[in-house]
């Protein structure tokens, strides 16, 4: 309860103060002469009479209500912009020690008049004084009939109360907490995936906006109705192509399918991230989303039709459902969705994902009810998959043999110095033989399971003192196993093969960082430099290999008009090298005798060459296959060196 001064209680201190030795020697004979039991009342605020002036001689004292500042600090503390809370808070931090400083005297005569009012001011700001007027032991008084009690006390009582005043610290509350560094929270994360998108619309599209890749031509094919479909490998899976095809049955402008992939992504980091709030906090979630999608090779999957990003973002909501489900029932269902949808978009990886849930699920009783729903969500992903398994290739094993085939032998083997040569392009090295780009831009790379170890150790400290450790373990377990294959058992590398690990590795990460910073404002400013450089170290290696992706596709899209100037139009054939792409931008169908995408023979080649106009494309100038050496060879300009070797019209005389 906040005591309130009256204007009778200031007029009896004023004549009790200068009245000196005498006055008080008589109040207190008086006192001793009659006995006053004084009862705790609450004294209630009396309103000034009508016609007193509010300000200058003559008006009330001002009421300062306890813990409350004037002045600048107050003002700057009051004062709350929306978009720049921790650069306020570091003004206040950096200045409000050297402007106490500076006015120390002013604020010690401030909290010496002050101290009747309740409130003392003293370095470290406001601080509560008991009231000069309340009722308590050690004062003297009188009490008249209207209720109101005069109070005289010594100099030396008051300046102890002064100093008691200046030095007694406030009730718990915000404006007495200690001063902590303030994170951008609430819409961080909302602002990361703007600038993802951003990024994709202004650096990456712009360059990818007119031909897709090989890889892209594969998936978008199988649903495209105006050109055939490409050969569809073992170790691939159909997940992209459904997502895609929406967008394909309305238009065929590669445009169009960009910006919405792009779109589509951007809402996907969102929305996987998002999972994790609950668990680690708005700052740690925005961070860690920061940390993976300012990656080049996270921009560049963005707009394009390749499977590895949205493993990577199904990866990071099923271990945040995973988390979450035995707290929150409705997760379980959202996991299971998230497990069939990874496993729509890639099987395997579907298959090491679910791995460490399992585990955990079997071995922690909290998690042993995500059991039917991990399998049930990895069982309906694996369906379609499944079923072209047996259509196909004659059962699962079988198409697991393939696929091992397929990607040059699934054995043993220590790939990490390929994934690293790999890291900032090409973005398919097989084999990986070129030189190292940019070699002062991997220290990230090298330094990623430095981090990871170091919030492991973190997370097992805390364990010991009741903290949950499964925030950081479960996605790291994660991380690892979805690393196993393209680390241990492939022989070539791709940077968007870890973009799942990168992605899981990003909240330990950044649990990490925002741990050590929040208390250390030096440390949170070398934090967020690092942060900065980082970004900003990605835009060269995104300039180069969007330059070169474009590059190759638009030698893809000279070779197609070329040929369709030869006379190559639908209904055709187009077989050899970079056929897949090539054909599907020529509306051929495209065929290969030889290599991982060997789907046709020799002899078949000659069939149907009998029937619709065929080719033969190498990279060179060399002779054609032996079935094709009498056909004719015309070099395709603007192509680097590319010829298409065109076969005898059919039913003309061979």
């Known amino acids: 309860m906040t005591a309130h001064v009256t204007d009778e209680d200031t007029a009896a201190d004023t004549a009790a103060t200068a009245a000196g030795g005498a006055a008080r020697a008589a109040s207190r004979a008086t006192t001793a002469a009659i006995p006053v039991t004084v009862a705790p009342v609450p004294v209630t605020a009396v309103a000034p009479p009508a016609g007193t002036p509010t300000a200058g001689p003559g008006a009330p004292p001002t009421r300062v209500r306890p813990g409350r500042r004037r002045g600048w600090a107050g003002t700057l503390r009051r004062w709350r912009p929306t978009p720049w809370p921790a650069l306020r808070a570091t003004a206040e931090q950096a200045f409000r020690a050297t402007l106490l400083t500076a006015f120390r005297p002013t604020l010690l005569t401030v909290a010496t008049a002050g101290a009747a009012a309740g409130v003392a001011v003293g370095p470290s700001g406001p601080t509560t004084a008991a009231p000069a007027h309340a009722p308590g032991a050690g004062s003297t008084g009188t009490k008249t009939g209207a209720g109101t009690k005069t109070e005289t006390k010594t100099g030396a009582e008051t300046a102890a109360e002064n100093r008691t005043a200046r030095t007694a610290p406030l009730p718990p509350g915000p404006a007495t907490a200690p001063w902590r560094p303030r994170f951008p929270q609430g819409r961080g994360l909302e602002a990361v995936s703007l600038l993802y998108l951003l990024v994709q619309l202004t650096l990456v599209v712009p360059h990818l906006a007119h031909v897709l890749g090989w890889d892209e031509t594969v998936y978008v094919s199988q649903v495209d ?7 569809f490998s073992a170790p691939r899976s159909r997940g992209i192509s459904v997502l895609v095809s929406p967008v394909l049955a309305v238009t065929d402008s590669v445009l169009a399918l960009r910006i919405a992939l792009a779109l589509l992504s951007t809402a996907a980091l969102y929305a996987a991230y998002r999972v994790w709030r609950p668990l680690l906090g708005p700052v740690t979630t925005a961070l860690a989303a920061l940390v993976f999608s300012g990656l ?11 499977p590895n990003l949205w493993v990577a973002l199904g990866a990071v909501a099923a271990t945040g459902l995973f988390l979450r489900a035995p707290r929150e029932p409705n997760a379980r269902w959202w996991l299971a969705a998230c497990l069939a949808g990874v496993a729509l978009m890639r099987v395997p990886d579907a298959a090491w994902l679910g791995l460490p849930l399992l585990a955990t699920a079997g071995c922690v009783r909290s998690h042993r009810r995500t059991l039917p729903y991990l399998l049930g969500g990895l069982a309906v992903g694996a ?24 990607e040059g032998g699934m054995h043993p083997h220590l790939n990490f110095y390929n994934a690293w040569r790999s890291l900032n392009g090409p973005e398919l090295c097989r084999p990986c033989s ?6 002062e831009l991997t220290l990230w790379w090298l330094a990623l399971p430095l ?3 170091a919030a492991l150790a973190v997370a097992l400290r805390e364990r010991r003192t009741g903290s949950p450790a499964d925030r950081t373990l ?3 377990a994660v991380a690892v196993c979805l690393s196993v294959p393209y680390l241990f058992l492939l022989s070539y590398s791709a940077p968007r093969f870890l973009l799942p690990a990168y992605a899981l590795l990003a909240l330990p990460v950044g649990g990490l960082l925002t741990r050590a910073a929040r208390p250390r404002p030096a440390l949170a400013v070398t934090v967020g430099c690092l942060v900065a450089l980082q970004l900003v170290a990605q835009y060269p290696v995104l300039h180069r290999m969007t330059a070169q992706v474009a590059s190759l596709d638009q030698r893809y899209r000279v070779a197609a008009d070329d040929l369709n100037a030869l006379g190559l139009r639908a209904p055709c054939l187009l077989v050899g090298s970079h056929a897949q792409p090539v054909g599907y931008d020529a509306g051929c169908a495209s065929a290969a005798t030889k290599g991982n995408n060997r789907n046709i023979t020799p002899s078949s080649v000659l069939r149907r060459a009998e029937r619709m106009p065929t080719a033969v494309l190498t990279t060179d100038a060399r002779r054609p296959p032996h079935y094709a050496r009498d056909w004719t060879r015309h070099p395709l300009p603007g192509t680097d060196g590319w010829t298409a070797w065109l076969a005898p019209a059919p039913g003309t005389s061979r």
């Open 225 to 231: 109705p105006r050109t055939p479909a490409a050969f």
């Open 296 to 306: 080049w090779i996270a921009q560049i999957s963005g707009p394009e039709a390749m």
């Open 383 to 406: 369906t379609q998959w499944t079923v072209e398994a047996y259509s196909r290739f004659g059962g699962v094993p079988q198409r697991l043999h393939v696929s091992g085939a397929t």
């Open 434 to 439: 070129g030189p190292v780009h940019h070699p």
């Open 451 to 453: 981090l990871a170890l």
């Open 474 to 476: 479960v996605p790291l």
